[in-house]
């Protein structure tokens, strides 16, 4: 296997109404805005809103993963919109094992750029992302079991339900929580293209 640090992935890929791209030095205040806004709507399921306390947080964490990035052992990424450049949520291609080609894309989204479908755009082009240009044999999305609206994104992205796995994941207050697995590999992403 090629080192993964060589490789060539692109750092922005886009629809017809977002731009997903790599964070960048700056980004801080917008990050910080973003979960500022939506702390009651991101905080149960995303345990690291916490730690957003100030600009300086956010910008802190956007450097280390930029960091993280250069070494590809994660490969986090904004969701912006593209008429107005508006920073709307995070994504990104995590919990990589290259041996493998494996890649979970988590994600989440502000409050008022909620329910707009941004953030199953956002997870399309991450598959793609993964399996045309990672060459993915397994790309997969968890959420907490109560998180509906977080699988339903799953679900209208074409993925498939692979079960529950309980008590494996903890949110912001130390609570456990059961998830839903979902994933795609090559023959399902195949499939998805023809339709």
Same mark, same amino acid.
């Given at each position: ?13 886009? %629809? ?113 992302? %993964? ?65």
């Amino acid at each position: 296997m090629t080192d993964p640090i060589l490789f060539d992935i692109p750092e922005e890929v886009s %629809a017809e109404r977002i731009v997903v791209r790599r964070y960048r030095p700056g980004d801080g205040d917008n990050l910080f805005a973003a979960v500022d806004e939506s702390r009651e709507h991101i905080l149960p399921w995303m345990p690291w809103g916490p730690g957003h306390q100030t600009v300086e947080d956010s910008e802190r964490l956007i450097r280390g993963w930029n960091a993280k990035w250069t070494l590809r052992e994660d490969l986090p990424m904004g969701i912006f919109e593209k008429e107005t450049g508006r920073f709307i949520g995070g994504t990104g291609l995590h919990r990589i094992d290259w041996n493998i080609g494996s890649f979970e894309i988590g994600y989440w989204v502000r409050k008022s750029a909620a329910g707009k479908g941004y953030v199953t755009d956002a997870v399309k082009l991450l598959t793609a992302l %993964a399996f045309d240009k990672l060459k993915a044999n397994r790309v997969f999305i968890r959420c907490a079991a109560e998180n509906l609206k977080s699988a339903g994104v799953a679900k209208r992205a074409g993925y498939v339900y692979e079960g529950l796995i309980r008590n494996s994941v903890k949110d912001a207050d130390g609570q456990l929580h059961d998830i839903l697995m979902f994933s795609l590999i090559p023959d399902d992403w195949d499939a998805l293209r023809v339709v």
